[in-house]
Structure formats: C-alpha cells, structure tokens
C-alpha cells in the first residue's frame, strides 16, 4: 500500500470468507519478531483493524467482546507517515499526526521499523454516567477500569493473531510503547495505555 499522503484511509469491507478454519488458526498462531520494512497491503491493514475492533453488528457491537459493552479502547495505527486513530463505525482510518513516528511504538527494536503498530489506549470517560449507579460505583474503583480494559484489549490482541495466522502475517504483541507517545497524542489523565502490537510481513 502506497502511503503518499496523510489524509483519512477508507478501508476495504472484510472478505468473510477468507482464511483458514479456526483450529488450523490456532494451530498457526505464534510472536514473530522479525518483520519486514514494507507495507501492509490495503486489504490486510483493512481487516486487521476490523478484526481488532471493527463493527460486526448494526447495533454497532464490535468483533471483540467488552465488559459491559461499554468499548473503551482507542486503537491507534503507527504507520510509516503517521499516527491515524480507527473508526470503526465508518471503517477508517483518521489522520491524527503527521510523520514517522514509530520510534516510540516501543523499545522492541522491530517495532521501529515494522510497518504497523496498534496501540491499545483505554478512555475512562467510558466507564461514566452509565445510567446504573452500582456499575457507576464499580467502576470508579481504578483496579477496576485497568482490569476491564485490559481484558478487552486482550480479546482484541488475540483476534489480530488469530487472523495473522490464516494470512501468513506476523505479529507480536507487547507491553510498553516509549514515554512520549502519550505526551505526542496529548491526552489526558482520562487516558492511560493498555498493551500494542507489532504487525508486518
């Protein structure tokens, strides 16, 4: 895929009927660290984000379960031009900030140079006002929010591999990105990192 401008990607529409069954997935599904410097092509980069946290529903419930379906990740794409924020209700991809930025995708050092990144970003602002005041109250507790957030970010680290193991793609998961990817994005205290996940050929 040819990254030539910095404007919003609109993604390809899944092929549902691609890959290989679900055990033959598993039995494929494994880290790689060593990755490729070119470009995903559109169709995989299209539907690794959908796997991740696209829309499979008119309600508009995504392919990862959430703890009382409340869905409050943000997943980032660090691409070679930029950092692009997923829509999953229009499936696409939003420019945030222009430039090649995956020095702080993390310290692994294939996460460098890699050609995508996904960072898994919890907004807290989720987990209020939910209209139930116990859940309300639950979910102030912070042990709380990280463990669902977590969990959800978890489901959605797994789809990725499991589809990266029908296409022949390599992915790793991992548990840090560098200090100033936060303070690049600027967001605030109602936002903390969850987990990322290096992805090429």
């Not at 939003?94 to 050609?115: N, Q």
């Not at 970003?121 to 987990?127: G, P, Q, S």
Request: negative net charge; proline residues 3%.
């Amino acid at each position: 895929m040819e990254l030539t401008t910095f404007e919003t990607i609109s993604l390809e529409q899944p092929d549902l009927n691609g890959g290989d069954v679900l055990m033959t997935a598993m039995s494929k599904r494994k880290s790689d660290r060593d990755f490729q410097t070119g470009n995903l092509s559109l169709k995989h980069l299209s539907e690794i984000l959908w796997v991740a946290y696209g829309s499979n529903r008119e309600d508009g419930k995504k392919t990862a379960p959430s703890a009382l379906a409340l869905y409050p990740l943000k997943v980032y794409a660090i691409l070679e031009n930029g950092i692009y924020l997923y829509d999953a209700g229009g499936h696409e991809l939003f420019p945030v900030i222009e430039g090649d930025h995956r020095e702080l995708a993390g310290g692994f050092p294939a996460a460098k140079t890699a050609p995508l990144n996904l960072v898994f970003i919890a907004d807290y602002t989720k987990y209020q006002n939910t209209g139930n005041d116990m859940i309300d109250g639950f979910l102030k507790v912070p042990q709380t929010r990280v463990r669902f957030a977590s969990l959800d970010a978890g489901h959605c680290t797994q789809n990725v591999y499991l589809y990266c193991a029908t296409e022949g793609i390599k992915t790793v998961v991992r548990g840090s990105v560098e200090a100033g990817f936060m303070e690049l994005l600027g967001l605030g205290e109602d936002y903390e990192f969850i987990v990322a996940q290096t992805i090429g050929y």
